[in-house]
């Protein structure tokens, strides 16, 4: 599987932002795909997950603010940011679970998503 996120860049606070996240690979069925949010100094957190039944999590941080969907037929998520804040500023990780022989994970290349006025 390979995972190809798209849509950061520099934001101002309160604004929208969505970032897409395709997958792609043969002969592999994705359990879940999620955002993880890195800033330096600090560890991974997660950030939302979507399972292959629909059912999603959020962070506390971002809940009721950010919503993951999924397109199932295009193999790709996307997480809408809205009223966005400073402290969302981060590197944003695609992140996919998936079964070929078995179970494994793999993490996208990341994007910055940047929100300062």
């Known amino acids: 599987v390979q995972l190809v996120e798209s849509g950061g860049g520099l934001v101002q606070p309160g604004a929208p932002l969505r970032l897409p996240c395709a997958a792609s690979g043969s002969g592999i069925s994705i359990n879940v795909m999620g955002w993880y949010r890195q800033v330096p100094g600090r560890q991974r957190e997660s950030v939302a997950t979507?399972?292959?039944?629909?059912?999603?999590n959020y962070s506390e941080s971002v809940k009721g603010r950010f919503t993951n969907s999924s397109d199932n037929a295009k193999d790709t998520v996307y997480l809408q940011m809205n009223s966005v804040n400073a402290e969302d500023t981060a590197v944003y990780y695609c992140v996919a679970v998936w079964r070929g022989d078995s179970l494994s994970v793999t993490w996208g290349q990341g994007t910055q998503v940047t929100v300062s006025s």
């Open positions: 979507i399972s292959s039944d629909g059912s999603t």
